[in-house]
C-alpha cells in the first residue's frame, strides 16, 4: 500500500535514499572502497565500443552511463533510444558490447534492440529491476538496480538505481581499462556512497520545492538545463513534467541555448537550471545569465558554492548538498522529480496514473 503517502510516487520518491543505499552496497564495498561487479558477458578491458540503448527515463540514465563510461574508462559509446536503434541498422563492431537499461525488463522496443544487437554479434548486459523478465532472462547477463517495486508509472527510485548502477559499471570498467587507479577507485566509490545521506537531506528540501512548484504550475512552457551529465538530467526533468503535469517541457543542454531556444525565453517561461559548481559551472551560469538577461526567469539548483554567483540573476536558488561532480547526475535527479510532482499535485492530475500511459510498454 501507500501508507502515509497520498500517492505510489510520493511513496517512491521518499524511497531514494534506501534504495541508492541497497543498490550500492550491492556493487560497492564500503570497507575496502571497491567496486564489486557480478560476472559480465563481456571484457570491459578488451571491448572496442559499447552501445546503449533503452526508452524513456532508461534511457537518460543509460545517456548519463555515457558520460560516465566514456570519462572514467574512456570507452567509445554509442546510446541511441531503442525505437530508432532497431530501425537504423547500425554497423555494430566484432567483439562489441551493449548495456540495455529497463525498470520492467518487458519493454517491447528494448526488447527489439535486445534481439538485435544479439544477432548482430553483440554481448549484451542488462541493467533491469525485475530479475525474472524477459529481458533478465534473454540478456547475455544481468545487473539489478535494487529498488523494489515501482507502481507509480513515472519512474522515480528505478531510475536513480540504473544511474547507481551505471556510475557502478563505469569505475568498474575504468578500473578494468587501467584508466583508473585504486585511489581515483577510492574516491569515486566514496562519493557514491555519500549519495544516500545526500538524498536524505535532498527530501528535506520539499517545501522550498513545493513553492517552486506553485510558479511552475502557472508556465505554460517550461524548460530545464543542464551541462555535460547533467544534461540528460534536464531531459528527466521535462519528461517527468509533461509525463504527470502535461505541461510543456524541453530539456536542453546549456550550450544550445544560444543556437535557437534562447528566442523562447520571455517572462512567462521558467527556466530550470541544474548548475552544480565544478568544472562547468561557469559555462552553465554564463547561459543563465544571457537567458536573465531577455527577460527569462532562472530557478536555479545548486551547492553552497553555487548560490553566490546565480543568486545576482536568479529569481530563486535551491541549495543542494555539495557532492562530487561524478555524483551530482544522482542526486539533481531527485529535485527534478519531487518537482514534477508537486506541479501535478497542484494541477490535480492522476500522479500515479497518467494519461494515455502504461506503467510497461510492451507493444511497439
Ligand atoms: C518515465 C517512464 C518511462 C519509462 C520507459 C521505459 O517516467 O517511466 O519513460 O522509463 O517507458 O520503461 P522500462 O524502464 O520499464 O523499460
Known amino acids: 500500500g501507500k501508507g502515509n ?21 550491492q556493487y560497492l564495498d564500503p570497507k575496502t572502497l571497491e567496486v564489486r561487479l557480478p560476472r559480465l558477458p563481456f571484457d570491459p578491458g578488451r571491448v572496442p565500443r559499447l552501445t546503449i540503448s533503452a526508452c524513456g527515463s532508461a534511457f537518460l540514465a543509460g545517456a548519463v552511463g555515457r558520460y560516465w563510461i566514456e570519462e572514467l574508462a574512456r570507452l567509445p559509446v554509442d546510446a ?46 542488462s541493467v533491469v529491476n525485475v530479475p525474472e523478465s524477459s529481458m533478465a532472462r534473454e540478456s547475455d547477463g544481468a545487473v539489478l538496480t535494487v529498488a523494489g517495486p515501482e507502481i507509480g508509472v513515472a519512474s522515480t527510485k ?3 538505481a540504473q544511474l547507481a548502477v551505471m556510475a557502478c559499471l563505469a569505475i568498474g570498467f575504468g578500473r578494468a581499462r587501467r584508466e583508473l587507479t585504486t585511489l581515483d577507485e577510492g574516491r569515486l566509490t566514496q562519493a557514491l556512497l555519500e549519495v544516500p545521506s545526500h538524498a536524505a537531506e535532498i ?28 544534461t540528460p538530467i534536464a531531459f528527466e526533468g521535462a519528461l517527468k513534467l509533461k509525463e504527470i503535469s502535461y505541461i510543456h517541457a524541453e530539456g536542453y543542454a546549456a550550450g544550445e541555448m ?14 530550470i537550471a541544474l548548475c552544480p559548481s565544478g568544472p562547468l559551472f561557469e559555462k552553465t551560469a554564463s547561459n543563465l545569465q544571457e537567458a536573465a538577461a531577455r527577460g527569462g526567469r532562472i530557478m536555479a539548483f545548486t ?7 546565480l543568486s545576482r540573476f536568479a529569481e530563486r536558488v535551491i541549495e543542494l548538498p555539495k557532492a562530487s561532480a561524478f555524483a551530482a547526475p544522482i542526486l539533481y535527479a531527485i529535485p527534478v522529480q519531487l518537482l514534477a510532482y508537486h506541479v501535478a499535485v497542484l494541477k490535480g492530475t492522476d500522479v500515479d496514473q497518467p494519461r494515455n500511459l502504461a506503467k510497461s510498454v510492451t507493444v511497439e
Open 303 to 309: 551547492d553552497a558554492d553555487g548560490v553566490g554567483p
Open 158 to 160: 528505478a531510475f536513480t
Open 80 to 125: 541511441d533510444v531503442a525505437s530508432e536503434l532497431r530501425y537504423r541498422n547500425p554497423p555494430l563492431q566484432e567483439g562489441g558490447a551493449a548495456i540495455l537499461v529497463s525498470q520492467s525488463g518487458e519493454t517491447a522496443d528494448t526488447m527489439a534492440a535486445l534481439r538485435l544487437l544479439r544477432e548482430g554479434g553483440q554481448k549484451v548486459l
Open 5 to 25: 503517502y497520498r500517492h505510489f510516487m510520493e511513496k517512491e520518491l521518499h524511497e531514494h535514499p534506501a534504495v541508492l543505499g541497497d543498490t550500492l552496497r
Open 258 to 271: 544560444k543556437h535557437g531556444p534562447i528566442a523562447l525565453i520571455d517572462s512567462n517561461v521558467p527556466v
Open 203 to 230: 527530501l528535506e528540501k520539499d517545501a522550498q520545492i513545493r513553492e517552486l512548484a506553485a510558479e511552475v504550475a502557472k508556465a505554460r512552457d517550461v524548460l530545464f538545463l543542464g551541462r555535460g551529465s547533467l
